[in-house]
């Protein structure tokens, strides 16, 4: 039975009774429930719509482009309509697995069929895939080699090879049975008419054909047979005794197992509930949501997959490669903006005054290689000979300048990387509370940094009014000539506040995609 659609569930008493009788399995369960859940259908099409959308690359192996999913010439072959079959392998891939039959020259691929995952039966050995047996539409079968079909599994910690027993599906599969059962309820008490349910007792019966008879009368009323409300029965007395909840009742209830169990669904395929259950109409609203959402392990474990099978399977013997894009989408040009402007105000700083930055870099806990850390160093020796050669014989005795003096005063101070680290966190925790109007982090405990260290800070952090202040407060092992050559204390807060957002806006770059590809 392929064509799900086409059965007849009232002969087999239902969706349940077909599932039972036929002892159908959970992918099987999954997809014919989504034909009665809406919620189970639009998590699947949205998941399906967003995987297909996501732009990609075919490119060779020296990274040079030869198709672009915007202007596709399917060059490489095989998928002359690539969103089609990408939304068909992500609708399988929900339930774990998809399948392709291929043909494929010595030169291109030919061509790439979409195979339904239930008519596929993968047949393995110690080594992996020893054959497929595909399904026919006549109930035969045929044996299928692996180099001539492309299978996609998601991964499982669970399963070594081949299909995964932890899917989308099957992790939403008990909130969508919970729906389909609070519909089937509903239903019921709708076709009665919300009338609750009753046990009726009688004192004696004329006849057994009486008790029949009434029976059938409340049962049929009951399920909403009959409309009228008022039957007088041939008995000595009737007692009727309600026993089930009515609309009032059961309204609360539906409504909190509902939503529960909606949320619960979109959470199986990673889409948060703010976006899964509404219909935001405010890009603002809508972007952050969007983006949690297509940076889920759930949504990444699925085009990673395609992907990483579509290059091993299909590309590599071609030279080429599958790369999806989705840095490229709308609702991430906006952090690429920031990014690429921050990291302007970041060279900026350190073209005006390397030293100042270099220090700020060293509050911040901003750590650079061996490389960055020389090419800095140069540019500090270049200014330092640029200064020396340009500076005038009657510049002001260094005793009367209260900043030199300051500098003179100050000792150098070397912190180990762990001292740094905490530094870094303590700063950073101090900014955040003083914005957030809680304090300035006095009593931060630190885990590496020495007290001797700490305790000026704490000092200068319970004086600190605002952000410069604190800024200021964290000026631990400044080299000398930073405060001589600095005697505006807006460079340093100009300067502090490029590095942060540089980093800031980096560090979320890294976290979005970076460590996902």
Request: glycine share 6%.
């Amino acid at each position: 039975m392929n064509n799900y659609k086409a059965i007849d569930f009232e002969h087999w008493g239902g969706i349940d009774g077909f599932l039972q009788a036929t002892g159908s399995g959970m992918v099987e369960r999954a997809s014919l429930l989504r034909s009665v859940v809406p919620w189970a259908a639009k998590a699947h099409d949205l998941t399906k719509s967003a995987v297909a959308n996501l732009p990609f690359e075919i490119v060779r192996d020296d990274g040079s482009v030869i198709d672009t999913s915007t202007d596709w010439q399917n060059i490489a072959g095989g998928m002359p309509n690539p969103q089609r079959t990408l939304s068909l392998i992500t609708g399988s891939l929900c339930g774990g697995s998809a399948y392709l039959l291929k043909q494929a020259s010595t030169r291109m691929v030919l061509s790439l069929q979409y195979v339904a995952p239930h008519n596929v039966i993968p047949h393995l050995n110690d080594n992996g895939v020893d054959y497929f047996e595909r399904v026919l539409g006549n109930g035969k079968r045929e044996r299928v080699s692996p180099d001539n079909i492309v299978y996609f599994w998601l991964p499982d910690s669970d399963v070594e090879i081949g299909v995964p027993l932890t899917t989308p599906a099957s992790t939403s599969l008990p909130a969508v049975e919970l729906l389909a059962a609070n519909s089937s309820t509903l239903k019921i008490q709708a076709d009665r008419g919300w009338v609750p349910a009753y046990i009726g007792s009688a004192e004696s019966f004329p006849s057994k054909d009486e008790k029949e008879k009434a029976e059938r009368y409340l049962f049929q009323f009951l399920r909403g047979a009959y409309h009228s409300a008022v039957r007088i029965i041939n008995s000595n007395k009737l007692n009727l005794q309600r026993v089930g909840a009515g609309l009032d009742e059961l309204k609360g209830v539906y409504s909190e197992i509902t939503r529960q169990a909606i949320e619960d669904v979109g959470a199986a395929y990673g889409i948060p509930a703010a976006l899964f259950m509404s219909d935001k109409s405010f890009a603002s609203e809508v972007k952050p949501l969007i983006k949690e959402w297509y940076t889920s392990s759930v949504f990444v474990s699925i085009w990673k997959t395609i992907e990483e099978t579509f290059n091993e399977q299909v590309y590599a013997p071609y030279g080429l490669r599958m790369q999806f894009k989705p840095e490229s989408l709308a609702v991430f040009q906006e952090d690429e903006n920031q990014r690429a402007s921050a990291v302007g105000a970041y060279t900026s700083a350190i073209s005006q005054d390397p030293e100042v930055a270099k220090w700020v870099m060293s509050v911040l806990g901003v750590d650079l290689d061996q490389e960055q850390e020389s090419e800095l160093e140069e540019i500090i020796n270049s200014r330092v000979k640029e200064e020396e050669t340009t500076t005038a014989p009657e510049m002001q005795d260094p005793k009367d300048d209260p900043v030199t003096q300051e500098a003179e005063d100050a000792e150098d101070v070397s912190l180990s990387p762990d001292e740094t680290k905490d530094l870094a966190l303590w700063y950073s925790k101090a900014k955040a509370w003083n914005l957030k109007g809680k304090g300035n982090a006095v009593d931060w405990e630190n885990k590496h940094l020495r007290e001797e260290i700490a305790a000026p800070i704490r000092l200068r952090l319970a004086d600190a009014k605002n952000e410069l202040d604190i800024v200021k407060a964290f000026e631990v092992g400044r080299p000398r000539r930073i405060v001589k050559t600095v005697q505006d204390d807006s460079a340093i807060k100009a300067l502090a506040l490029s590095i942060d957002n540089a980093v800031n806006s980096a560090t979320q770059a890294v976290i979005n995609w970076t460590e996902v590809r």
